[in-house]
C-alpha cells in the first residue's frame, strides 16, 4: 500500500463527509505529518472560480453543462494532483464517484462518456481509499436545516439524493477493497475512530 494515498471522502448532503475530512485533516496537522486537501469542484484558485459559477443559486444550467463543469473544475486541479502525487498525502473532499453518482444516477447522463472523460483527465493518477458516508432521510434534513447558507445542489428531494445515495453504493460494492462504507447515523466518536484506524494503516 502507498504510504502517501490518495484519500477521498464521499457521500451526498449531510452524510457527515466533510466533519470526517476535516478530523483527518486535523489528526495529520496535529502529527506534523505533510498532506493537502482539496474540495471538488474547487481546490485550485481556478477550480474555485468554476465552483462558485456551478454551486450559484442563480446559475441554471442543464445538466450536460453541470457535467462538463464539474469535470473543468477537475482539470483545473490536476496539475495540483500529479505535483503532490504519491509526494504528499493527499485528502480530497468529493471526486470522480461524485460525478457519476450526480451526473449518471442522479441525472441520468451517459455513464461511459463520465469514465471516457475521467480517464482522460486522471491518466495513472490512482485512488487509494475511499470512505463513503451515508445518512438517512431524517439526519441528512436535520443537518441540512443548520446550514447558515444553502447552495444550487443542496436543495434537491430526498428522492433526487436517495438516487444519488444508492449510486454511490454500487461503486462501493464493486471495489469493497478499497471502499469503507461509513453510516453517520451512527455514533460520530465510533466513527471517527474507525475512520483514523483506516488512515493509520493507509499512512503507516
Ligand atoms: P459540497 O462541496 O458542498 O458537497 O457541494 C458540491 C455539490 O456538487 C454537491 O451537491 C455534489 C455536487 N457534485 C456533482 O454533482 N458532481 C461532481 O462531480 C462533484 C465533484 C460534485
New binding site residues.
Partial sequence: MSKKPIIVFEG??GSG??SHINFVSNYLKKKKIKFIKI????GSKSSEKI?RL??NNKSDFNKST??LL??A??SENLSLLKKNYKKKIILI????D??????HY?FGVDLSLIEKINRYLLKNIKITFTFLNIVNQKNMLTRLKKRKKL?R??K?NFIFYNK?QKGFLKLAKRKTKIYKIVDSNKDLKKNKEIILNKVKMLIK
Fill in positions: 451526498i448532503e463527509k466533510s474540495r471538488e469542484p474547487g465552483r456551478i454551486l453541470d457535467l464539474y469535470l473544475a477537475r473532499d468529493r471526486f470522480v461524485s460525478t457519476i453518482a450526480y451526473q442522479g447552495n445542489y443542496d434537491f444519488v
